[in-house]
């Protein structure tokens, strides 16, 4: 059984930047195929894929934020990470990470049960 697990800091400041972890149990990061994401939702919204980094290391990212945006991986942790820069109120979100077999999806094949991120001063 697959399984996800974000972390990382609950409240940003505004013009920071926040990183998020996803720790994953049940599958290597470098299983040939599959994508991992990162998904969020701002309250009263849909959800939004943010971006993506590949079974070999490669990266895609959402046009709208792929500015501020980073995804990198530790293949020794068997970890990878979102770092999204100059945070605005705007990003508050529940953050997601997710196993796919798409590069760009809202509906991963499993998910993490999300982190709530607030960006306030």
């Known amino acids: 059984q697959v399984q996800l697990q974000e972390s990382g800091p609950g409240l940003v400041m505004p013009s920071q930047t926040l990183s998020l972890t996803c720790t994953v149990s049940?599958?290597?990061?470098?299983?040939?195929?599959?994508?991992w994401s990162w998904i969020r939702q701002p309250p009263g919204k849909g959800l939004e894929w943010m971006g993506t980094i590949t079974y070999t290391g490669s990266t895609y990212y959402s046009p709208s934020l792929k500015s501020r945006t980073s995804i990198s991986r530790d293949t020794s942790k068997n970890q990878f990470t979102l770092q999204l820069r100059s945070v605005t109120p705007e990003d508050t979100a529940v953050y997601y990470c997710?196993?796919?077999?798409?590069?760009?999806?809202?509906?991963?094949?499993?998910r993490g049960q999300g982190t709530q991120v607030t960006v306030s001063s």
């Open positions: 049940g599958d290597s990061i470098t299983t040939d195929y599959y994508y």
């Open positions: 997710g196993r796919g077999k798409q590069v760009r999806t809202t509906t991963p094949d499993y």
